[in-house]
Structure formats: structure tokens, C-alpha cells
């Protein structure tokens, strides 16, 4: 990298200026104030055919200021966080504040809801990564799966390794700081034959650069994947079974989530309303979330709020548990905040897992869905409606590659119609999951 991150150094200097703004914010009479600041550092490289194309070099920078005067809320936000550009963001926020209507809901979360338990959960690995190493990194991803009999072309191989610091501190006497990295590599190719093109890819991800795949192992892994295209047929339109690909059941687990999060609740924006302990999937099905992982991707001891995160069981033997909430979309709606402002922090499923080769037998006939394109998917009643590609199967056993058909049904029909989970868990992001089997849905094919 061009300039070393100096990671302590600048939660020191972020935690100063917070503190700076919280004071200032008092002064000039706000009743309660937040402040959130953060800066990123990393390095983002992709080749093409054995040539560089494009070396980034990024350092990202911002400071946000939330002030109360009473029930009114303002807000103001800057990239740059001298002392100057603070005082004149708390001064926006506050004049914002002072004309802005009334919100019941508005306010800080509680003050007996803030985190105590601040542990270092292992989330920051830097790289000593220079951009001549990470040009070969790169380099050698994409030889490894242009060398694989059968690759016509690519579209080329990318690296990204960044690290960061975020502070988030309020008047309740809060302040927390985390240290974190993220780091990648991806490599997507192009196969032809008389039919035409395919491509397809494949990717590593984590937090501690020494986790990640071997660079030519994804090469290979993108080849496979692109070549086993080859050949793609339209398949029949009906109704099937269908096996979601790990990579893609995590999408469902994305929408299960965000038609629990008070956000879609208060505004009557779910098909998930008012649904809190009935039933949506098997009784075998559970799922929760786990934000104090060590090491884990999406890992924090405190939130948007600096409400203290803890375990949620948000599906507990098939039955709604818990909502995703806000402090607040939980005064809109009346509850308490769940430490979710901010979303849902490693989610894992608690489930029996079989393995593909048994979840494709238990199909029999059916599409095994590895693409899915579009973004039809309807959060306020549930209707799924995304293009796909895939394979078929019969009797268990995969055919021939499949593309242009659509895959719907409604999500809640979907999740009470779900057969089993593999034991195939894809690690690579936040949410953990292995390939879901459902029962039946409407497919628009040949």
C-alpha cells in the first residue's frame, strides 16, 4: 500500500474527535447526541489475461453526527474530521434538529441497554501486502484457471485487502471502538462451445488473510464451475423441486431477515406482521444469529446504538421467536430493542444436515439452481419470482446444465415447503448456510 495504516493511531485520534463532537453538541444545548465515525484503508487489483488492468489504492473517511433537541432529530455527516469540519457538522445537526417535527420514537436507546462487554473478538488481520505481491496473487488465480483444458477467455482475476476503524460513542457515556480487516480474491471465466458461451466463477473471503484459499485452487475451482455449463438446454416448464445452491440459500435466509426487521414491521412493509410465535418453517429448522464470534466476519460486541449484542434465536423450531430490532423500531412497535441497529451479525442455522448427494436423491426430479438473476422478490407479500440456471436432475442424479427459465413461488410457502439443508455450508460471508431443498415451486422454462 502507498501510506501504512496505522490501525491504533487512528482509533485514537476517531475516539478524540468523537469525543470532541459529543462535548460540542452540549454545549450548544442538544438534549442527548451520537456520533459515528470510521476510516478505511486498502488496496484493490484485477488483472485480465495475464495483464494488469486496474490497481486502487482507497482511504475512505467520515464522521456522523445525530443530535436531540427534546423529540426532534438532526443529522449531518462529513469526510473530513478535523476539528473545523466537526464543529460545523454539529452545528447543521442542531439547527436541523430545532425544525424538525416531533418523533415519539426519536431518542438514544436506553442508557441500562449499553454495552459493557467490550472483548477483542479477533476481527483485525492486516496484511502486509505489497501491490507488486498482490499483482502476482492475482496473476496466478487466473493462470491457474486459464491453464484448465477447455477456458477460452476470462474475464479476469481480482484481489481487494483493506482495514479499518470505527467508533461509536453518545451522551449516555458510551463510546466503543472496533478494529477490522477484509480480505479477497475472485477470479470469473468464459468457456465456449457450439452452443455458445458460458461463465461462471468462484471466490475466497475472510478476515485473516492466512484463511484464504490457495490462489490457484479458486482458479481451478472457476474453471470447473464454467465448464460444467457447457451445453446449457431450456428445461421443461412445471412444477419441481428445487435444491437452492449454498451460495444462494443464504439470499433466503437475506429475505427471512429482512421481513423480520422492525424497519418493514412498523411500516406495515412485511409478510411477516404481526406473525411473532406462529409457524413458518419445519419444527427441525431453527436459526439465530451469534454477534460475539470470535473471529467471525460480521463480529461486533455493540451495534449502531452501542446496545450490547447478544445471541438472537430469531426462528426457534419452525416458529417466529424473535424480531430484528432497532431501539427505534422497537418503540414503534411497542417492544425493546434486540441489539439488531445494524442488521443481523453471523447468522447459523440449527438444523440436521444431509449431504448434496442425499438431498438430490430425495429430489428425484427436479432443478438444482446454481444462478439466480433478477431482483423479483416482493417483501411485502412474499411473492419470489428471479431467472435462473441450474442443472437437472433425474432420479437423483444430475443430467446436463440448464439456463433461461424463471423459478417462483412465495417465500412463506417456500419456507414451510423446506425438505432438508446440506452439509455443504458456504463460510465465505455473514450468514452460514448449506444448500436448501424445497419442495415445489413453478417453473417457466421450454
Known amino acids: 500500500m502507498a501510506q501504512a495504516f496505522d490501525a491504533s493511531s487512528q482509533q485514537a485520534l476517531l475516539t478524540k474527535r468523537a ?35 486496474t490497481v486502487e489504492l482507497s482511504r475512505d473517511q467520515g464522521i456522523a453526527v445525530t443530535l436531540y433537541v427534546g423529540k426532534r432529530k438532526g443529522s449531518a455527516s462529513s469526510s473530513d474530521a478535523s476539528s473545523a469540519s466537526i464543529q460545523a457538522a454539529v452545528e447543521k445537526a442542531l439547527a436541523i434538529a430545532r425544525y424538525t417535527g416531533e418523533d415519539p420514537a426519536a431518542g438514544l436507546a436506553d442508557a441500562d441497554q449499553m454495552a459493557t462487554e467490550l472483548p477483542d473478538l479477533k476481527v483485525h488481520y492486516p496484511w502486509a501486502l505489497t501491490t507488486d505481491q498482490a499483482i502476482e496473487l492475482a496473476l496466478a488465480c487466473e493462470q491457474a484457471g486459464r491453464d484448465v483444458e477447455g ?130 418453517f419445519p419444527e427441525w429448522f431453527s436459526l439465530e444469529e451469534r454477534p460475539m464470534e470470535v473471529g467471525a466476519t460480521a463480529s461486533t460486541p455493540f451495534d449502531g446504538e452501542g446496545v450490547q449484542t447478544r445471541n438472537n434465536r430469531f426462528i426457534d423450531q419452525g416458529s417466529i421467536a424473535s424480531y430484528m430490532l432497532s431501539s427505534y423500531s422497537a418503540r414503534r412497535l411497542g417492544m425493546q430493542t434486540t441489539g439488531n441497529a445494524g442488521g443481523a451479525r453471523n447468522v ?51 443430467q446436463y446444465p440448464i439456463e433461461e427459465f424463471t423459478i417462483a413461488g412465495n417465500l412463506e410457502r417456500m419456507f414451510s415447503g423446506l425438505v432438508g439443508i446440506g452439509s455443504d455450508i458456504d463460510t465465505r460471508g455473514s450468514i452460514h448456510t448449506g444448500s436448501w431443498l424445497i419442495d415445489a415451486m413453478t417453473v417457466a422454462g421450454s
Open 19 to 53: 469525543e470532541e463532537a459529543l462535548a460540542l453538541a452540549k454545549r450548544l444545548g442538544a438534549d442527548a447526541a451520537e456520533v459515528g465515525a470510521s476510516v478505511d484503508q486498502g488496496i484493490g487489483i484485477s488483472v485480465r489475461l495475464g495483464e494488469v488492468e
Open 151 to 280: 477456458i477460452s477467455q476470462s474475464e479476469g482475476a481480482s484481489l481487494s485487502s483493506g482495514e479499518g476503524v470505527r467508533v461509536y460513542a453518545n451522551s449516555h457515556g458510551f463510546l466503543g471502538t472496533q478494529k477490522g480487516s477484509s480480505h479477497s480474491l475472485s477470479c470469473m471465466l468464459i468457456a465456449q462451445d457450439a452452443n455458445g458461451m458460458q461463465r461462471d466463477y468462484d471466490y475466497t473471503s475472510s478476515r485473516n488473510p492466512e484463511a484464504l484459499r490457495d490462489p490457484a485452487d479458486v482458479g481451478r475451482e472457476a474453471a470447473e464451475r464454467t465448464l460444467r455449463r457447457l451445453g446449457a438446454q431450456r428445461p421443461p416448464t412445471g412444477t419441481f423441486p428445487i435444491l437452492f445452491d449454498p451460495s444462494l440459500s443464504s439470499g433466503l435466509v437475506g429475505h427471512l431477515l429482512s421481513a423480520l426487521a422492525g424497519g418493514a414491521l412498523y411500516r406495515q412493509s412485511s409478510f411477516l406482521c404481526d406473525r411473532l410465535g406462529t409457524p413458518l
Open 348 to 398: 447459523r442455522l440449527d438444523a440436521p444436515l444431509k449431504t448434496r448427494e442425499a438431498l438430490l436423491k430425495e429430489m428425484g426430479r427436479g432443478i438444482w439452481v446454481t444462478e439466480l438473476m433478477g431482483q423479483g422478490v416482493n417483501g411485502v407479500t412474499g411473492d419470489y419470482s428471479r431467472g435462473a440456471a441450474g442443472f437437472w436432475v433425474e432420479n437423483g442424479e444430475i
